[in-house]
RNA sequence: GCGGAUGUGGCGUAAUUGGUAGCCGCGUUAGACUUAGGAUCUAAUGCCGAGAGGCGUGGGGGUUCGAGUCCCUCCAUCCGCACCA
């Protein structure tokens, strides 16, 4: 019987969606195991064969998981919100949604195509009210909540109201930008709006007026996250910076815990380092400038107090507050100037020229706080408003801007660090500021010849002494914005009194996205919600008409799936208690800083209330590598319709040309297609090799407009979903990027053949012997246990792939048929391949799926062997094989090996000067 | 510029503690079976060399009886961050 992978996989497939194989409990005595995978957006596309890569692994480790007595949570869903559908519903007038259910459906049939073992049942939709009723419900808890440094977590905001009514905010220690002081009494007086707003100041959800990344063509702010080099990720427009009241998410108050617990997860180092960089935590001192005749300050912050009497001047970003009060008439005119020309700058010309130097001057001078010299207070564009307090103290000769910035305006330079005994040069010699991070302080007064460290600790001792300032840790992290103006997005549980935003409350959630009759702004500029018919509470008040951002509905994903059809709670107590958080997540790179930073966020605040029970969402991460595509290339002679072969393109003026690969097999092109491919290819001549077109070929990103991407679907009609899950493993380590090369899939297809004879005769009928197996079987087997159990643990799933070809070439050499041998086998292979797995399980003879068959037990005496055939070198280079029994002593090896012909002939007749014997590794004879 | 990763046959890769470099697969070559082969099977296949043998893990150097693996140095490629004070 041949093997016949379409019914087989049909069969299958609909059986384990009958019995609810796959389907997870929340009771068990067995020790629990989470899975889970990065979910998609599914967009229009559909799948490409990157995509399942992360999915097969994760299906893998997950069936494996359970054949060795897990009960494993496997969940799958859609990150449903996003701009394509939007864009898209912009373009056509078709609602967003029925483009999401269309696309959904689409993954949906292609992800059952493949054989995943998901527990359906589980299934979220990010746009479904359903669930998120809950990403609305944490809005108001966060909204609820305020951050105590003190006790270092959230808490309720009706606690921080009564603090304010007993001692108003003099005692708190709280995450916010709020400095002033009130008193209770002062608290008590203030008005309803005005408590309101005082309480803004440290909700955890707050809304203000930021500067935002403000993206015109897509009409939308953006997250930090979502701005690469001045342009959206989606759909790469430029962005500029803009201030406008939005809401914001107070992540920074977690800023140290998301840094410290980073420590406490697997990931790759090197997404750690990218999380780290992120946060971008430093420590320093911030330190208050006295301004000569003004009553302002001048805060700044500095990561080198020790160089602070190398101060010769001042700078303030353009946006800073005081530059309006602190110019001098004079200046006025020059400084309105650049400041205006600066702020008409896009976010991109000013990261594109980061090297050219600009600035004005205010006219103001700021007071040394230990010489009381006049330091000039400059303003420029190299110092950014978003970092530190926008100000910054300028020592040029250990900063290379400060610097560059010092040699354009003329300013004076002063060394204050040097190595030890080193000559000094003096400063109008040098081409370059001299960044030393270690050395001892000098021209610096009271801390002359202190080194790096303790010049910078005794500043800011003094600094303290003197109250002007205190050391500090600055975090690079910013407060996430969490306003979108678009439709395609969760609504806010949120409506207007007074101008002052209010929750909803619980009992009228989910609040629902509203029809409108365009995805467009209003003509006034408001969102599209703003369109919406009777878009208010029952009482008229005005509901909010931002919606949230993308990583709302999948920064609490996760939780959710525990207990996915609650409606009475995110999540039960009960089921979060079983669940515990994620042991294996496994997605792509690009969720580095997005996603995988609010997700931990989210996590830590909802652990906070006592609702998730681990600091940490994801223990262990993997992050798959990208899958290239390999493009094919034709030559088109240059000004002629004729195409000359790979290896002859080079005696010709050609220009390449990319080819749809579905025209392609290795690498030889099918004309007929190709000419039918385009209209002005019709008429096309070739100029070919041994009768054949060759195409030539490229390494790049898989993508439409390169021509080629791989689709999962195609490849499952020829070789079906077994094929290619191992193939997809076969290509190379999880982690790694490759090339995706359809080649080599021929080797695995051959494989599953070779795999499924085992358990036929020459006659083709199914035929399996009952006796005991042979030693030589057994120790095939058990080899192939042992092999495959260790490489599944630690994510090696193409070495396990080849330990699975080698057993079934072994296997057949031996012409083994043992049921007993091949029963076991397929239990080991069925997390790989399922399907054929399962058929042949059953026609072994077994009714249970195979899915909940035990992995089996290696044993360790079916593969002891008496003899190791020793590799004998000489000075390390191996001249000859040599076995010996195991137990054999040392001495007897080398007196036998010496004896040997063999290693007659290589000693030449001198005595060896040492003999190395490593038991069952090596002999080495150094003469 | 800073940080991280990776360099092994024609190609994808393997080598888990420093111990036989190239497992497995693709491709290629030759052969068998066949009306046919894009099915299946057998054999060969790192490079040079007729052979003996020599050379080989990005380059150079080092440690070691022994290095793809450890150390130093240089080069290349990829990814992330980038005026962060």
Redesign the pocket.
């Known amino acids: 019987m041949e093997y016949n992978f379409k019914d087989i996989e049909q069969k299958w497939q609909n059986f384990w969606q009958k019995n609810k194989t796959f389907k997870a409990d929340n009771q068990s005595d067995k020790p629990k195991f989470y899975v889970l995978d990065m979910f998609p957006y599914p967009s229009g596309a559909g799948l490409h064969v990157g995509h399942p890569l992360g999915y097969i692994a994760s299906d893998i480790y997950s069936r494996f998981k359970r054949q060795m007595g897990f009960n494993v949570l496997h969940p799958m869903g859609y990150d449903a919100y996003g701009l394509p559908a939007e864009q898209y519903a912009i373009q056509t007038g078709q609602h967003p949604a029925i483009t999401t259910e269309i696309n959904i459906k689409r993954y949906r049939e292609q992800l059952d195509k493949i054989g995943f073992s998901y527990d359906w049942d589980r299934e979220v939709q990010t746009c479904d009210p359903k669930y998120y009723k809950w990403t609305q419900w944490t809005f108001i808890q966060l909204f609820e909540h305020w951050y105590n440094k003190n006790s270092d977590k959230a808490e309720a905001i009706s606690e921080l109201i009564s603090i304010f009514e007993k001692s108003g905010n003099t005692e708190i220690n709280a995450a916010s930008n709020f400095e002033e002081k009130f008193t209770a009494q002062e608290w008590q007086q203030m008005s309803e709006k005005e408590q309101q707003e005082t309480l803004m100041n440290y909700r955890l959800a707050y809304l203000s007026d930021t500067m935002v990344n403000w993206c015109p063509q897509l009409g939308t702010v953006l997250a930090?996250?979502e701005v690469?080099?001045g342009l959206s990720v989606r759909g790469g427009y430029p962005v500029e910076r803009k201030l406008m009241k939005q809401w914001s998410l107070r992540i920074t108050a977690y800023a140290q815990r998301l840094l410290d617990d980073i420590e406490t997860v697997q990931w790759?180092?090197?997404l750690k380092?990218?999380q780290r960089?992120?946060i971008?935590r430093?420590e320093?001192a911030a330190v208050s400038f006295e301004i000569k005749d003004s009553e302002h300050k001048l805060d700044?912050?500095?990561?080198?107090p020790d160089t602070i009497f190398g101060v010769s001047f001042m700078v303030l970003?353009p946006e800073h507050e005081l530059i309006e009060s602190l110019t001098t008439a004079e200046n006025r005119a020059e400084v309105e100037k650049y400041v205006n020309w600066a702020k008409n700058r896009s976010e991109r010309e000013?990261?594109m020229?980061?090297k050219?130097v600009s600035g004005a001057f205010t006219g103001a001078y700021a007071i040394h706080p230990f010489t009381k010299e006049e330091i000039p207070i400059w303003i420029s564009?190299?110092?950014?408003?978003?970092?530190?307090?926008?100000?910054?103290?300028a020592?040029p000769a250990h900063?290379s801007?400060?610097f560059a910035f010092a040699r354009h305006f003329k300013l004076p330079i002063t060394q204050v660090i040097a190595a030890q005994n080193e000559e000094i040069i003096p400063t109008e010699k040098w081409e370059d500021s001299y960044d030393i991070k270690e050395g001892i302080c000098i021209n610096s007064d009271i801390i002359n010849n202190l080194s790096v460290e303790d010049g910078a600790s005794k500043i800011i001792e003094l600094v303290e002494e003197k109250a002007i300032g205190k050391g500090t840790i600055?975090y690079?992290l910013r407060d996430a914005i969490f306003s979108r103006q678009r439709y395609w997005g969760e609504p806010f549980p949120v409506y207007y009194k007074d101008e002052m935003p209010y929750m909803l409350n619980i009992e009228e959630l989910p609040l629902e996205l509203p029809e409108v009759d365009k995805y467009l702004p209003t003509e006034k500029g408001e969102p599209p919600l703003a369109r919406a018919k009777n878009w208010t509470t029952k009482d008229g008040y005005p509901l909010e008409v931002n919606t949230m951002p993308g990583f709302a509905g999948s920064s609490g994903y996760y939780l959710r799936y525990m207990d996915a059809n609650n409606e009475n709670e995110y999540f039960s107590q009960e089921a979060v208690q079983y669940w515990q958080n994620v042991d294996l997540y496994i997605g792509g790179?690009?969720h580095?800083?997005g996603h995988l930073i609010y997700s931990r966020f989210w996590n830590k605040f909802l652990y906070d209330l006592g609702l998730a029970v681990k600091k940490e969402p994801f223990e262990k991460l993997i992050n798959q590598g990208m899958i290239q595509g390999r493009s094919n290339f034709v030559y088109r002679i240059n000004g002629k319709n004729t195409f000359v072969t790979h290896s002859l393109k080079d005696q010709y003026e050609t220009t390449a040309i990319h080819v749809d690969i579905s025209f392609v097999?290795?690498d030889i092109l099918d004309i007929e297609k190709f000419k039918q491919w385009r209209p002005e290819f019709e008429t096309a001549e070739f100029i070919l090799e041994d009768g054949k077109y060759i195409c030539g070929w490229e390494i790049e990103k898989m993508s439409k407009s390169l021509h080629n991407v791989q689709n999962p679907d195609e490849l499952i009609e020829k070789y079906g979903a077994d094929t290619l899950r191992m193939y997809e493993m076969?290509?190379?380590?999880l982690e790694?990027?490759?090339?995706w090369?359809t080649?080599?899939i021929?080797?695995?297809?051959?494989?599953l053949?070779?795999y499924w004879r085992l358990h036929f005769n020459d006659e083709g009928k199914f035929e399996v012997s009952t006796e005991k197996p042979t030693a030589e079987e057994q120790k095939i087997l058990h080899i192939a246990i042992k092999?495959v159990k260790?490489?599944i643990e630690?994510f090696?799933f193409?070495?396990a792939?080849?330990a699975f070809?080698?057993a079934v070439?072994e296997l057949?050499?031996a012409k083994c048929n043992n049921k007993e041998i091949l029963e076991n086998f397929a239990i080991l292979l069925s997390s790989f391949a399922p399907h054929i797995t399962e058929e042949i399980w059953q026609m072994l003879g077994n009714k249970e799926s195979i899915s909940q068959a035990d992995f089996p037990k290696f044993e360790e005496k079916y593969v002891v062997e008496n003899d190791f055939?020793y590799?004998v070198?000489f000075?390390?280079?191996?001249?000859f094989?040599m076995s010996f029994p195991i137990d054999l002593d040392a001495k007897s090896i080398e007196a036998q090996v010496l004896e040997a012909p063999e290693a007659q002939?290589w000693l030449e007749g001198k005595t060896p000067k040492?003999v190395?014997i490593?038991p069952k590794?090596?002999i080495?004879i150094?003469t």
């Open positions: 930090n996250d690469v080099n790759s180092d090197s380092e990218i960089n992120w971008g430093s320093g700044i912050f500095t990561t080198r970003c000013r990261q020229e980061t050219s564009e190299y110092v950014l408003a978003g970092y530190g307090t926008g100000a910054i103290m020592v900063d801007r400060d600055n690079r790179a690009e580095a800083t097999e290795n076969f290509l190379g380590p790694q990027s490759k090339p090369d080649k080599g021929e080797g695995v297809f051959r494989f053949r070779r092999k260790d490489d630690r090696s193409n070495t792939v080849s070809m080698v070439n057949t050499d055939n590799p070198s000075n390390g280079k191996t001249r094989m002939r040492k190395i490593v590794r090596i080495n150094v």
